[in-house]
């Protein structure tokens, strides 16, 4: 699905074809305890890039990053970085840098000396080793904190340690394993944007691991959703937004509501109900589908009139008012569609408390809005 | 909250402890300065001369000697051995983990007196008894599990995937180890060791069996000397015990810190 994807941000507006990176090929990992963690693996990543691997716990995430570092063998399927094919290669002589999801930072070693020891492994000359060390530091805005202890740092600059200790030595690809599950939110989000500065400025490939929508979305060139081991959608961040290709990724990022029923000409019968939608794909008639549309493209109003330019509407009965700050999350139910709760954001900040539960209004969209898919199970 | 009575329940507690604890150190070292023949607590009068005495006594100076070497040569062979051990059970993933975890716990399950004559038959047959050396291999023999234990908790306390971490940074599995894992748990070694050296200067039952007239330990010759007079130089040795596990104590607060080696399980 990979037609016309619109200009979105300034960084894809160059859609120079660039070289590509890596190259995953039909990679499996079969740790012979049920499915494979990994199930038949490709994509290919641009040089410069910064891909995210996007997916629940225990999806196969890092197991994927793991085959790329090299510290697991592949059942099978073969991995090449910048052409040259890395299954042979042992971690240490790859030319990648990984950030661990709990840093792995050597305890016994300040901040500096933690940056310089990949420099030392790699036998850089002994003389470069202290100004790299210190250009490094700068970049990552721990000038003055070379001489600390690991232990002597809060969390946010042990992530900084760790970034710089993995871009020192310059690695062909950056592998970010969740490094910022476990910070605080506002934290987290200043270290998002970090990461997107520091890979703009050093240019390198990188490939950022997170189950955090939000985050993917901020940060990522590129998208790979995965779920029980199989890339779902690999896309653009918009376009995997705007056109999810599959149920799990519509229901996996954002709010969505799913309606299930089969598929006619032009939408989904649920019932006696018709309701209009778009295929996504091809769906033969009479296939159970499960139609998705999200939370913010329902509109909600207390008069059926005033939704006229909505292709489908229907009266409802409040079920449950959500206070998130920034909105609200109305819960809403409809006697044509038993069983269905319709989830609808409400950004009106002027009129909050429009609705109570148990009032009946009328919520509608537009038929482009419901995406319908082939159900799953 | 804590209530009135707990807390006052709580200290005696803990001046209990601290009484029962430090009562018998301060009797000995006490009655090692006492002026008089006898030994006796409270001392009649101060002085140093049993002090003089035991550093001019020649059995407990030759004796203090050899528990150094014997001392020596345990850390010798346990700081090897434990360290490697520890990590074997932590850091890698063995096949019958728990069962060599069992097997070297055992010494702790076996009484000193069983392990003791087991040695000393074994060293007998081997005509090795006599000798100073064995003692300080039979010493690290049965206290092996202390430095294990040390050692494995201080690797526990590493993350998991550090050796990963230096893997990509570029080190071999040599480099690896030299310059990650072995630094990672050297407040274990150290505690390990300090802790060794401390248990085998003062390892009185199996030395008791393995030593004879020309190869006697310290403690062993202490033992000796109260089967036929108790003197206060007696109390003057102990004290010496007191200020070198004092020592040991102070060495590991200023290598490793105490609150380290406090906090490992
Ligand atoms: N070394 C291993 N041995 C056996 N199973 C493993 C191993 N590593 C991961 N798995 C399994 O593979 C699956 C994917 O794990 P993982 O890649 O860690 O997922 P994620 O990083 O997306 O949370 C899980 O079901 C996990 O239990
Ligand atoms: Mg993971």
Not at chain 1, 146 to 156: D, P, V
Not at chain 2, 95 to 106: E, H, K, M, S
Not at chain 2, 112 to 122: F, H, N
Not at chain 2, 195 to 218: G, I, K
Request: with cysteine; aromatic share 8%.
């Amino acid at each position: 699905m990979k037609q016309g994807a619109p200009a979105e941000t300034s960084r894809e507006k160059s859609e120079i074809k660039r070289p590509v990176a890596v190259r995953a090929r039909d990679l499996t990992m079969d740790f012979g305890d049920g499915a494979p963690a990994v199930d038949r693996a490709s994509f290919d990543l641009e040089t410069g890039r910064f891909l995210t691997i996007l997916g629940p716990s225990g999806s196969g995430k890092t197991t994927l990053l793991r085959m790329i570092a090299g510290f697991q063998k592949p059942t099978s399927g073969e991995i090449t970085v910048n052409g040259h094919a890395v299954d042979a290669t042992p971690p240490h002589r790859r030319s990648v840098g990984m950030v661990f999801q709990r840093l792995a930072l050597f305890p016994h070693m300040t901040a500096a000396e933690n940056v310089a020891f990949p420099l030392k492994m790699r036998r850089y000359d002994p003389r470069s080793v202290p100004g790299r060390v210190r250009d490094f530091l700068d970049l990552v805005k721990l000038g003055d904190y070379g001489e600390r202890r690991i232990n002597e740092l809060s969390g946010g600059q042990q992530q900084r340690v760790a970034i710089a200790r993995a871009l020192v030595f310059e690695p062909e690809l950056l592998l970010l394993d969740e490094p910022l599950a476990a910070l605080d939110r506002k934290l987290r989000e200043e270290m998002q944007l970090e990461f997107r500065r520091i890979q703009h400025e050093l240019g390198v490939t990188t490939i950022n691991v997170t189950h955090d929508q939000r985050e993917a979305l901020v940060v990522s060139d590129d998208i790979i959703v995965m779920d029980g081991g199989r890339i779902q959608q690999h896309a653009r961040p918009v376009e995997l937004y705007r056109m999810p290709e599959n149920t799990f990724v519509a229901g996996f990022l954002g709010v969505s509501t799913f309606v299930a029923g089969t598929a006619f000409p032009g939408g989904l019968k649920s019932g006696d109900l018709h309701l209009s939608g778009t295929h996504a794909g091809e769906i033969a008639e009479g296939t159970p589908v499960r139609g998705a549309i999200r939370a913010e493209q329902i509109r909600i109003v207390a008069a059926p009139d005033s939704l006229a330019t909505c292709d489908t509407a229907f009266p409802s009965r409040i079920l449950d008012v959500i206070f998130e700050g920034e909105r609200l999350l109305y819960v809403a139910e409809s006697d044509r569609l038993p069983g269905v709760a319709f989830q609808v954001y409400h950004h009106d900040t002027e009129a909050f408390d429009l609705y109570e539960i148990g009032a009946q209004v009328t919520i509608g969209w537009n038929a482009r809005d419901m995406k319908i898919f082939k159900s799953t199970a | 909250m804590i209530s009135r009575t707990q807390r006052i329940l709580f200290w005696a507690i803990v001046w209990f402890s601290i009484v029962i604890l430090s009562v018998p150190t301060l009797i000995v070292v006490g009655a090692s300065l006492t002026a008089g023949n006898i030994i006796s607590f409270p001392p009649e009068g101060l002085s140093l001369k049993w002090y003089g005495e035991i550093a001019m006594a020649r059995d407990l100076r030759g004796a203090f000697g050899r528990s150094i070497i014997v001392s020596l040569i345990c850390l010798a062979v346990s700081v090897p051995v434990g360290t490697l051990a520890g990590l074997a059970l932590t850091r890698f993933r063995l096949r019958f983990t728990n069962a060599i975890q069992v097997y070297l716990l055992l010494p702790f399950t076996i009484p000193l007196i069983g392990s003791g004559i087991g040695m000393m038959l074994v060293f007998g047959s081997w005509r090795i008894l006599g000798n100073v050396w064995p003692v300080g291999v039979a010493l690290a023999a049965i206290n092996i599990p202390f430095i294990i234990w040390s050692v494995s908790s201080s690797a526990a306390s590493l993350d998991g995937d550090l050796e990963l971490a230096a893997a990509n940074c570029g080190a071999g599995r040599v480099e690896t180890f030299l310059h990650v894992t072995l630094p990672g748990v050297m407040p274990g070694v150290i505690t390990g060791g300090l802790l060794m050296f401390v248990l085998a200067m003062t390892e009185f039952l199996v030395s008791l069996l393995l030593t004879d007239a020309r190869t006697v330990t310290l403690p062993v010759q202490i033992y000796n000397n109260i089967r036929s007079i108790i003197t206060p130089d007696l109390a003057a040795v102990s004290s010496v015990f007191v200020v070198i596990a004092l020592f040991a104590v102070w060495l590991l607060d200023r290598l490793v810190g105490l609150e380290i080696f406090l906090k490992s399980k």
